[in-house]
Antibody
Framework: QLQLQESGPGLVRPSGTLSLTCAIS?????????WSWVRQPPGKGLEWIGD???????NYNPSLNGRVVLSVDKSKNQFSLNLTSLTAADTAVYFC??????????????WGQGTMVTVSS | DIQMTQSPSSLSASVGDRVTITCRAS??????LNWYQQKLGKAPKLLIY???TVQSGVPSRFSGSGSGTDFTLTISSLQPEDFATYYC?????????FGQGTKVEIK
């Protein structure tokens, strides 16, 4: 069954760039699904960051003001998130997920376990 | 963007209680509404999609209803493993939004 695993640095500096990767197991990134990122600040709710198709097509949350770029690496069967101009407000658990269409409705049906990222000097 | 408002923000209930959580969208989202359960320190889990379809493997005590702007998640008989935070999420727009969450606690 499909498994997703996030990886990346646990601590990043303010004004720096965060790079995270989501490795896909037991499925192909080109399987026809979109792939999503969601984050959750400590003690707060969920925020959708964006999603990407294997062709490179993307959708982004406009509240991130153009700071986010998603990409795919078909050779490694993984997708990535880059978030620039970091502030303490970007401190969060970052989740990757599969976006799937069921009964014509998109939803996120498989999630990674999440990775905690702290922005601090 | 489409705002999602859940109520209540938290509730206390006992095992066996019937629990209802509501979610309201700032504009019509037809049935593009999903519900997730999140336990402490864990990833969200999809419970309901398309407003009323129970995800495979989810117990039948969970149900969803609604369309347009008003939606409901119901747990018919609360079990110990159901104590968690529940989120609604719209997938109608290009960018998706979640409700603020409803924390279900033990009375």
């Amino acid at each position: 069954q499909l498994q997703l695993q996030e990886s990346g640095p646990g601590l990043v500096r303010p004004s720096g760039t965060l790079s995270l990767t989501c490795a896909i197991s037991n499925s192909s990134i080109g399987s026809g699904n979109w792939w999503s990122w969601v984050r959750q600040p400590p003690g707060k709710g969920l925020e959708w960051i964006g999603d990407i198709f294997h062709t490179g097509s993307t959708n982004y949350n406009p509240s991130l003001n153009g700071r986010v770029v998603l990409s795919v690496d078909k050779s490694k069967n993984q997708f990535s998130l880059n978030l620039t101009s970091l502030t303490a407000a970007d401190t969060a658990v970052y989740f990757c997920a599969r976006r799937r269409v069921q009964r014509k409705i998109p939803c996120m049906d498989v999630w990674g376990q999440g990775t905690m990222v702290t922005v601090s000097s | 963007d489409i705002q999602m408002t859940q109520s209540p923000s938290s509730l206390s209930a006992s095992v066996g209680d019937r629990v209802t959580i509501t979610c309201r969208a700032s504009q019509s989202i037809r049935n593009y509404l999903n519900w997730y359960q999140q336990k402490l320190g864990k990833a969200p889990k999809l419970l309901i999609y398309a407003a009323s379809t129970v995800q495979s493997g989810v117990p039948s005590r969970f149900s969803g209803s609604g369309s347009g702007t008003d939606f409901t998640l119901t747990i018919s008989s609360l079990q110990p493993e159901d104590f968690a935070t529940y989120y609604c999420q719209q997938s109608y727009g290009v960018w998706w939004t979640f409700g603020q969450g409803t924390k279900v606690e033990i009375k």
